[in-house]
């Protein structure tokens, strides 16, 4: 096995709510809630998951992009922060580290400077990082875009001048500038048509084989991520109820959320014609959530004990864990 | 890792940036570029003032008091016999720089504080938000009153007086949008590059909040030279001999000149409503060529 | 069963500032009485502004049907004046949109919405006791959960799903006998998604009403659709039932977007990918608009666009493959 690139141990990110007139804390949204893994080189892990299940935060909370609340995150090597023993990278390292790691977002009319070229864009960090002069960097920025699949001679042009598709690529080429080991995409395909999202996940498949990069692949798309990521977890309300490969939780699916998950999924194959589990209610709000298992207000199948206790995980094999009061 | 381009030397398309287009925009606006004629015409006038005009400013000649338009006076002459035409030629320098200093003034203010407030947060943006709070309960006249008294009459009273407290509306605008462009995405991705906050305030956030202020100085200039007129016509801004637009509206406080000579006011009057007038609708033709909602 | 929405040769435009835009060139649509028809494409297709076409809501400013019949009932729709498609609109067809929170007034409790169709539509007056019933009775019908509080609840207070509940609630006031879903569940999670779908579902069961479903997911489309259209580029591309539509599509349009989704497909499989993207509507290729990107592409296909031809009874496609015989 490889090592280990990215190791998370018992992250937490709390969002403070504020309320009355001289904005006292109030409350805690649990965004992310004690979650424990680890990624390994040349791996694809997938983070899958409802709205608001705190997946995008995770992703952020390990780049160091918003502070953490508890845990610790280890990056090749080299610790990001331990909040118990209270190590936090300094900033001058932190800045050489980002060069490792980027992260790739959903919304490709939101994630480029309107007012800058593609060029000034891709090379903005080679640029401002001193790793190239500006005449350097806009000849990588040319190469990283056919490597994207534009061609080159698009350098000078602006982001309103591309698809959402186009974009997602010239996204791609930025992050892939300072040559990272890892990279986190944030629902990179989700605001894109079909035939776009396949384009452009063949696209993030070959810069892995090319660039042996490591993912953290963040989706609410379970058929996406059965069939691009190795090892995968699912999430619910800022905790991992199932973790395991790809084979694993779609073949052998324990906890009765990943099993909701699988079965509320819409399949083109008009001959699949499951039976399907329909949840009641709502995913309950993030800064209220219930007692013992996070699930149970809404499990088919709850019991007595799970909305008293809180189930601990269960190794079922190497790669799979399951928290479920069910699973023995 | 090297990916070879066909060496073909195909040529780079130059795109289309926000500014070109915007250009563009503003050059299909037909009402926009009269207006902006307009202006650009008035500020000829006001800098070649002594080569249009063959009277001096200040030239009295009492035998020739309200002289009505015509007979070597284009527009007559006053009540100690100057040439109106020329003190409204000579008045356009005051008015207009009264409101480009004032707007100068607003807009360092407004935009280093508006930053700070929305680019730190916290208390930096607590203190400056209160201090804007403060200045917006002041009534503008009666504070110019107040101050102008204290300092005394004079055209550096008046850019001062509008400069300072004009200031607050554009430090709530430069905050609000700085506030809506950090959220945006494309800041997040620079942060994850490593880039530093100076590097992000001056690369991304600044010019992307540009074209908001350019928009608002513009009209603030408006605001400055109506500012100017107001307190010169009470007499709290600019000082005769010097004459500006304001403080030749003065003549019309006489009920006398109000009625018998026109030509000494409704000229001042005219160039006062036509320089506000194309400032608001070049200003509008600004607004709607930069609109970032840029057309796919 | 008789025929309850017929479009022909619809055509509809849009005045933009580079020129005029043709949005839906040329379709026709059979919609017949309970049955669900399916439309699928991707952004930019035209389904939604067909949609918008048939509810004669396009954008006052620049939005124009330059050419076809819609005929409701026997009666073209595109002749009728504004007052007489109000009557139409709510009474005979009913909309819901993507998204629940835009479509509702933030300022008015839901049951004051779901009040107003009632009383427009069945004149009931807006605070009486009877309009207050039916508006408890309408909520439960949708599914929701405490009805009797809800009603006198904003929008702001209820989740995504509970907001297109409500929708449904008001499309379903005045017993419409046809529904248009633009996209109904596509800002919705999986779990709410089939719940809604279920919905949807039992309500047509219940109420006999016929359904034009709009979507871009072709897992949704199998599941709902009775009858499915393909769209690309402003026309009907490919028409069949939805068996023979997901077992044997013969567009390569369709045959792609299959492809294109990665669910039944094995890990270690290249995914399919359609090339390229689709054209700008105001620089079509001319001839067929998805050659530039088709496999199977013939000379023909250059010159000029071929018609939607039935291939076997049921099924048409428009592709130069089946008008010159050869199978694919």
């Known amino acids: 096995m490889n090592r280990k690139l990215v190791e998370v141990r018992n992250l937490k990110k709390y969002f403070p709510i504020r309320g009355g007139v001289f904005s006292k804390k109030i409350g805690d949204v649990k965004a992310v809630d004690d979650i424990t893994f680890d990624i390994r080189e040349g791996e694809i892990f997938g983070l899958v998951g409802e709205s608001g299940c705190g997946k995008s935060t995770t992703g952020r909370t390990i780049l160091n992009l918003c502070p953490p609340t508890a845990g610790s995150v280890v990056f090749a090597g080299q610790t990001i922060f331990d909040v118990a023993e209270n190590t936090y990278i300094n900033k001058a390292k932190m800045q050489k580290l980002r060069r490792n790691m980027q992260i790739i977002f959903q919304d490709p009319f939101a994630s480029l400077d309107p007012r800058m070229s593609v060029g000034a864009i891709i090379s903005e960090g080679l640029v401002k990082h001193k790793l190239a002069t500006r005449r350097e960097a806009l000849e990588r920025a040319k190469e990283l875009l056919e490597l994207c699949g534009i061609r080159y001679d698009n350098v000078m042009k602006y982001p309103h001048e591309f698809s959402g598709g186009q974009r997602q690529r010239i996204s791609i080429a930025r992050s892939l500038a300072l040559n990272p080991q890892f990279i986190i995409g944030d629902e990179p395909i989700a605001a894109l048509d079909v035939s776009i999202q396949a384009q452009v996940l063949t696209l993030l498949q070959d810069l892995k084989e090319k660039m042996n990069l490591t993912y953290l692949f963040i989706s609410h798309d379970l058929g996406v991520i059965r069939y691009f990521c190795d090892r995968i977890a699912v999430m619910y309300l800022g905790s991992f109820v199932e973790v395991g490969t790809s084979e694993e939780l779609f073949n052998n699916p324990l906890n009765p959320y990943t099993q909701v998950l699988l079965s509320a999924m819409p399949v083109a194959d008009i001959r699949d014609r499951r039976k399907r589990i329909i949840l009641q209610g709502d995913v309950p709000d993030p800064a209220n959530p219930p007692s013992g298992c996070k699930f149970h207000t809404r499990c088919p199948y709850a019991q007595k004990r799970c909305s008293q206790d809180e189930p601990v995980e269960k190794r079922i094999s190497e790669t799979h864990q399951v928290r479920c009061h069910l699973v023995d | 890792m090297g990916v070879p381009i066909s060496q073909t030397n195909r040529r780079l398309e130059q795109g289309l940036s926000p500014w070109s287009i915007a250009l563009t925009r503003l050059k299909r606006n037909r009402m926009a570029l009269i207006a902006l004629g307009v202006l650009i015409f008035l500020v000829l006038i006001a800098i070649f003032a002594p080569f249009i005009t063959p009277y001096s400013r200040d030239e009295i000649t009492m035998e020739n008091k309200f002289q009505p338009p015509g007979n070597g006076h284009l527009l007559g002459t006053d009540d100690l016999g100057r040439d109106v035409f020329t003190r409204l030629i000579y008045g356009s320098r005051a008015s207009l720089s009264v409101g480009l200093v004032a707007t100068s003034i607003s807009m360092i203010l407004g935009v280093t504080l508006g930053a700070i407030a929305g680019y730190y947060g916290g208390m930096a943006d607590n203190i400056i938000m209160r201090i804007v709070d403060i200045f917006m309960c002041f009534p503008f006249f009666l504070m110019a009153i107040v101050m102008a008294a204290i300092l005394g009459p004079s055209i550096y009273t008046v850019m001062a007086v509008s400069g300072f407290l004009s200031w607050p509306i554009l430090a709530r605008i430069v905050r609000a949008e700085i506030l809506s462009i950090k959220e945006r995405e494309f800041i997040e991705a620079a942060r994850a590059l490593g880039l530093k906050s100076a590097d992000i305030i001056v690369s991304h956030i600044l010019p992307n909040t540009l074209a908001v202020i350019i928009v608002y100085v513009t009209l603030g200039i408006a605001g400055g030279i109506l500012g100017e007129a107001g307190l010169s016509y009470l007499g709290l801004g600019v000082k005769q001999p010097q004459p500006s637009w304001g403080n030749m509206l003065a003549a019309a406080q006489s009920f006398r000149s109000l009625i018998k000579h026109p030509w000494l006011w409704v000229p001042p009057g005219i160039l006062i409503f036509i320089t506000v007038l194309s400032i608001n609708i070049f200003g509008d033709g600004l607004r709607d060529a930069l609109d970032p909602k840029l057309k796919r | ?309 039935d291939i076997e009874p049921n099924h048409r496609i428009r592709c130069w493959l089946a008008e010159q015989g050869c199978n694919n």
């Open chain 3, 1 to 309: 069963m008789g025929t309850l929405l017929r479009v022909r040769n619809l055509i509809t435009s849009f005045n933009t500032s580079e020129g005029q835009v043709v949005a839906v060139n040329g379709v026709d649509i059979d919609i017949k009485e309970g049955r669900v028809l399916g439309v699928v494409g991707e952004s930019g297709c035209g389904k939604s502004v067909t949609s918008l076409s048939i509810m004669r809501l396009l954008p006052k400013s620049n939005g124009i049907i330059a050419a076809g019949i819609i005929e409701y009932n026997g009666q073209d729709i595109v002749q009728l004046s504004e007052a007489e498609m109000r009557n139409i609109r709510g009474n005979e067809i009913a909309m819901i949109f993507q998204e629940p929170m835009t479509a509702l007034n933030p300022v008015l409790p839901v049951g004051e919405q779901i009040g107003e169709a009632l009383e427009i539509h069945q004149s009931l007056t807006l605070k009486s006791r009877e309009n207050r019933l039916r508006c408890i009775e309408l909520l439960k019908m949708v599914g929701i959960p405490r009805a009797e509080e809800i009603v006198d609840e904003y929008p702001h207070q209820l989740s995504g799903g509970m907001r297109q509940r409500v929708m449904i609630a008001i499309a379903l006031s005045c017993h419409p006998r046809l529904l248009i879903a633009d996209e109904p569940t596509t800002a919705l999670d999986v779990t709410i998604q089939a719940q809604v779908l279920d919905l949807i579902r039992q309500l047509k069961k219940q109420l006999g009403m016929a359904i034009m479903f709009i979507t871009h997911d072709l897992g949704v489309i199998a599941e709902m659709a009775d009858d499915v259209i393909v769209m690309y580029a402003g026309k009907i591309v490919e028409e069949a039932d939805t068996y023979t539509l997901f077992t044997n599509p013969r567009h390569p349009y369709t045959q792609g977007l299959l492809a294109s989704r990665p669910d039944k497909m094995k890990r270690d499989e290249k995914l399919h990918c359609i090339r390229g993207m689709v054209p700008s509507p105001l620089d079509m290729p001319p001839g067929c608009a998805f050659a530039p990107r088709c496999d199977h592409c013939l000379p023909a296909c250059y010159q000029a666009m071929p018609r939607l031809k």
